[in-house]
């Protein structure tokens, strides 16, 4: 998505510096841990920081995306279903 490449193993450890990022409780959210982790992954890798903070940005938007996605879908199921319940509590 960004047009560079990373290896398997690159690509692992930005992964478990989300889960990293997700996981501190110190900090809401663990805001900026997993890109500060990423980076300094990349820096003992000898890869791009910058390019590690944006993939791992890139990753936080998208998944907040979804899970918003998912927040709406349930929303208008329990709608319905609230709807569905009143139209034959009616009857």
Known sequence: MLGFEADFLLALGY????VLGAVVG???GGLGVAEGAGALLALMLREQPALAVLALGASRVVGLFA???AFGA???????MSTEV?????V
Request: include cysteine.
């Open 15 to 18: 992964s478990a510096c989300s």
């Open 67 to 69: 899970a918003g996605l």
């Open 26 to 28: 110190v900090v809401p």
């Open 86 to 90: 009143t139209d034959e509590s009616l």
């Open 74 to 80: 349930a929303q208008a199921v329990r709608r319905k």
